[in-house]
């Protein structure tokens, strides 16, 4: 169990988020063990030799305890009985729950200062402030889009709030107003988006044929013009440094398609 006043020097990361700040960080020798999906975002090189363990969601105590863990830190999607397993197997847990931007970059500080790495930590938020700050320089005066990111068919979903700043940046508004949550289809085609983004967690190979062929979806602007697009969605979907580099990812797509039109 960690001593007050130290810093941690066990770590198990349950989310490819808090595994892609360590390493940004620098202080990937931390990490006892890691989630079963970092590898999507990190690669399979990167993450040689890291034991791996089941995600925030479906994690149990039994999975956590043989690495004798400082700290153990979980990040959205939560399920209170996996978290409430760990906390009462005596394990110190960190649940992070971010939402905008700003609350990314206030998670990244706080996992430099856990791991005395504050330099670190501003100069990984000062690199991807950069990046948006060029992606607004380069798309924010086009003209306005309607943008509908979908993170789930069934129910349909759409994105978290990160996923608004991100559209924010190239002049997108981003529709049906109200992220993280379940929709009526009725009101995605009240909102007639004019890019349609998929990007449903966990799947490779984004079935935009099956988005196109929709009932009742015929008069959306964005399958009128075939403006449905994806990419890979672990890059916008996971709440880290790597949103820079998703962030780009997502204008290329949806103004390569609105270029195109």
């Given at each position: 169990m960690q001593r007050i006043g130290t810093y941690p020097n066990r770590i198990v990361s349950l989310e490819p988020n808090v595994t892609a700040t360590l390493f940004a960080l620098n202080r990937q020798h931390l990490l006892a063990a890691v989630s079963e999906h970092d590898h999507r975002l990190l690669g399979e090189e990167a993450l040689e030799g890291f034991p791996r363990v089941p995600c925030t969601w479906s994690v149990k105590a039994k999975d956590i305890l043989p690495f004798d863990p400082d700290l153990v830190i979980a990040s959205v999607p939560f399920r209170e009985q996996s978290l409430s397993e760990l906390l009462k197997a005596g394990l110190n847990v960190l649940a992070l729950y971010p939402e905008r931007l700003e609350s990314i970059y206030g998670n990244i500080r706080l996992l430099a200062a856990l791991t005395d790495a504050r330099e670190e930590g501003e100069h990984v938020i000062s690199k991807m402030e950069l990046?948006?700050?060029?992606?607004?320089?380069?798309?924010?005066?086009?003209?306005?889009?309607?943008?509908?990111?979908?993170?789930?068919?069934?129910?349909?979903?759409?994105?978290?709030?990160?996923?608004?700043?991100?559209?924010?940046?190239?002049?997108?508004?981003?529709?049906?107003?109200?992220?993280g949550r379940r929709l009526k289809e009725r009101e995605i085609l009240e909102a007639d988006p004019e890019v349609i983004v998929v990007a449903w967690p966990g799947v490779e190979n984004q079935p935009l044929e099956k988005v196109y062929a929709r009932p009742g979806w015929e008069n959306v602007t964005a399958i009128k013009k075939r403006r449905v697009v994806s990419i890979p969605e672990i890059w916008i979907n996971v709440p880290g440094p790597n949103l820079a580099r998703g962030a780009e990812m997502l204008a290329e797509a949806i103004w390569n398609v609105k270029q195109e039109a």
């Open positions: 990046s948006f700050e060029r992606l607004r320089e380069a798309f924010g005066s086009k003209p306005h889009i309607r943008v509908y990111m979908e993170v789930w068919p069934r129910p349909l979903m759409n994105g978290p709030a990160w996923h608004v700043d991100l559209v924010n940046l190239m002049a997108g508004e981003f529709v049906p107003p109200g992220p």
